[in-house]
């Protein structure tokens, strides 16, 4: 609360002591004698820390000057201007590692390491994220991707979900159209990490803003959510087998890969794709790539793939979510 009691006059400066990477909710109130007081409407704004040069503290790891862990450069939000308290996320979780004994509720570890971005709520309801400004290259590939566990008691499937956005043009406003989203929940419901990732086109602005955001539906008995392991990078040429082995960044550009069977409709989570197999040269692995059902020029077998896209899950399989491709036409033998 800040308040100023200077004589009346028309000009006023009030200085704050702030912290960087925080968000803040305001409303100004101007009090006379009854029943002249005013009362303005809550707004908010962030503090916001120096553009980062790469995504910085993906994993949740980073600390402070006085070794304190810290979500820094990311800043938290809530997604709705005068919730309680309580509503908001719980932002940084942890030390509970990987591969240590302690655990988080619904039984939660870090992916790696031993912090992460969590949320839980017992009979209520948790919704905000935290964002983070990153340099990009305009009109180059990028793709995020993140570790996720979503676990609940009560509700129905998608009452608890994760969501990854990005917008191209570095706003901060986590309502603007101009963000894309990937929205995603655990089919398993348990305390297991899953994969989840997103590509798109960098803008002309040079800045990125990469959201991650959870979204609680109703008052369940228990809500948890938790996210890890956040990338943010062009893709680049890699092998199929690396790729499914991938311990941190989703993203890649799967280069003259053979396909061993041609397009056929998938449903996945309310959406239909076109899916094909692919497999390397020496029949080492093989994978799964999805295209947007409406989408033109598909593969058929025995023809090579060139496809940059980003590693999911769909269907409980491993498959990449192709974003631009290109096709080399048979015969190749596909067996």
Request: one cysteine or more; proline letters at 6%.
């Amino acid at each position: 609360i800040v308040t100023e009691e200077a004589p009346m006059g028309y000009e006023h400066s009030i200085v704050l002591e702030l912290e960087v990477g925080k968000e803040y909710h305001f409303i100004a109130t101007s009090r006379g004698s009854s029943p002249y007081t005013s009362v303005s409407t809550s707004g908010k704004f962030f503090t916001l820390p120096p553009v980062s040069t790469t995504l910085m503290n993906g994993g949740f790891e980073d600390t402070d000057e006085y070794g304190q862990h810290t979500l820094y450069p990311w800043v938290q939000y809530t997604i709705e201007s005068g919730v309680p308290a309580a509503r908001a996320i719980d932002g940084l979780i942890g030390p509970y590692p990987h591969d240590g004994i302690d655990k988080w509720n619904a039984g939660i570890r870090a992916y790696n390491g031993a912090y992460f971005l969590g949320a839980q709520a017992y009979w209520s309801y948790k919704n905000g994220g935290v964002f983070q400004r990153v340099s990009v290259t305009p009109g180059q590939y990028y793709v995020l991707s993140v570790r996720f566990i979503t676990h609940r008691v009560g509700g129905e499937d998608g009452y608890n979900r994760v969501r990854i956005g990005v917008d191209p043009t570095g706003g901060t406003d986590a309502s603007s159209p101009n963000i894309t989203w990937w929205s995603m929940f655990s089919n398993t419901n348990d305390n297991q990490w899953h994969i989840a990732s997103g590509t798109l086109v960098a803008g002309s602005g040079g800045v990125a803003t990469v959201f991650v955001e959870f979204r609680q539906q109703m008052s369940l008995e228990w809500h948890v959510t938790a996210v890890d392991g956040v990338s943010f990078y062009p893709p680049s040429p890699i092998s199929v087998g690396a790729l499914k082995s991938s311990q941190w960044s989703l993203g890649a550009v799967l280069d003259g890969k053979i396909v061993t069977y041609g397009a056929f409709p998938v449903w996945c989570d309310g959406k239909q794709y076109s899916k094909v197999y692919v497999q390397e040269d020496n029949r080492s692995s093989g994978i799964a790539v999805l295209f947007p059902y409406t989408a033109g020029d598909l593969p058929a077998a025995g023809d090579k793939l060139t496809v940059t896209g980003a590693l999911g899950e769909y269907n409980k399989e491993a498959g990449l979510l192709a974003e631009v491709w290109t096709v080399d036409r048979g015969p190749v033998d596909p067996i």
